[in-house]
């Protein structure tokens, strides 16, 4: 007997949760921003080192590894520094609680409520 397309469909389903989804749409776009800023960063080094006119081509060089090293940094690991500093610190409290643009919820999850029972 061959298989219908709704038990593939089943299987896919049962495999693809919406925390599953959403986790992997994030990732994605987070891996989209880095190299859309990593291109810019890139433009931003060689135009600043350019305005400070270095007198010899190592001088120059070795200011535009330094400029794309701190830029570099900063765009891949701030990420891992907002989940570990930050996510989740500006939620309010009960009664006061903090919304994005006056209207959604910064909501928290409590990760044991996902834990089975």
Not at 8 to 14: C, E, I, M, S
Not at 32 to 57: C, G, Q, S, W
Request: aromatic letters at 18%.
């Amino acid at each position: 007997m061959k298989d219908s397309p709704t038990n593939k469909l089943d299987v896919v389903g049962t495999l693809i949760t919406p925390q599953f989804a959403t986790s992997v749409t994030a990732s994605c776009i987070n891996f989209v921003i880095i190299m859309i800023l990593n291109f810019l960063y890139e433009r931003v080094a060689i135009k600043i080192t350019d305005m400070e006119v270095p007198k010899t081509h190592v001088e120059y060089e070795n200011k535009l590894t330094v400029k794309m090293f701190l830029f570099q940094f900063v765009n891949y690991y701030s990420s891992c520094f907002y989940v570990a500093f930050f996510k989740g610190k500006f939620v309010g409290y009960p009664g006061d609680y903090a919304y994005m643009f006056g209207k959604w919820r910064n909501e928290e999850v409590d990760p044991r409520s996902h834990e089975p029972d």
